[in-house]
């Protein structure tokens, strides 16, 4: 049971590069999140989906862009990679009851 | 805007004591709340939850109180054991927008044999 699988775990990219962070669930879960968390501040959310071909932002998704073509993947498009966006990226997944599942993070670098 | 605070970054605690974390929330349409757990370099695994229709909610050496009134809860440990010794966050959620958690800033709590 693989729950909730992001990739990569560990990425460095040059300011103005463009990724896609992977996120994959095998529970057929309805809902999928994407969070950074950042030194002092907790976990803040991205982007959120409730299911699929349905996004909305979340506290800070300035600078990122999501799709949800399947109720499995959730993947988060960095368009051009900034310092500030430098953090741990955690995705995660559930049912309607709230409670979230998570990956185990990216950890993302850009110089 | 801070919606879900964690007043105390630490807490330092004796193995077998009691461990009592702390959250207050500000948003009055909160109505689940979660505790959450996380060791270095890996996710963040669930806990323990409320919801507001109830003021404790016990699980083993874990509890969770929750006053709506002065909306704080709190985390209850006990015994404390050193393999509790973690960052743990809380968490709030609206029941009609499930799926978008509010995260405190994390305790984080070491457990001293």
């Known amino acids: 049971n693989a729950g909730v699988t992001q990739t990569p775990k560990f990425q460095v990219l040059k300011t103005g590069q463009s990724m896609t962070l992977q996120c994959a669930q095998d529970?057929?879960?309805?809902?999928m999140s994407w969070y950074r968390q950042d030194p002092g501040m907790g976990l803040r959310l991205i982007h959120y989906s409730v299911g699929a071909g349905i996004t909305d932002q979340g506290e800070v998704p300035n600078g990122y862009n999501v799709s949800r073509s399947t109720t499995e993947d959730f993947p988060l498009r960095l368009l051009s990679a900034a310092p500030s966006q430098t953090s741990v990226y955690f995705c995660a997944s559930s049912y309607s009851t709230g409670q979230a599942f998570f990956g185990q993070g990216t950890r993302l670098t850009v110089v | 805007d801070q919606q879900v605070k964690q007043n105390s970054p630490s807490l330092s605690v004796q193995e077998g004591r009691i461990s009592i974390l702390n959250c207050d929330y500000t948003?009055?349409?909160?109505?689940?709340f979660l505790w959450y757990k996380k060791y270095p370099a890996e996710g963040p695994t669930f806990l323990i939850s409320i919801s507001s229709i109830k003021d404790k909610n016990e699980d083993g050496r874990f509890t969770v109180f929750l006053n709506k009134s002065a909306k704080h809860l709190s985390l209850h440990i006990v015994p404390s054991q050193p393999g509790d010794s973690a960052v743990y966050f809380c968490a709030a959620s609206e029941s009609r927008s499930y799926g978008k958690l509010t995260f405190g800033q994390g305790t984080i709590l070491t457990v001293h044999p």
């Open positions: 948003n009055s349409m909160f109505d689940y």
């Open positions: 529970m057929n879960h309805e809902y």
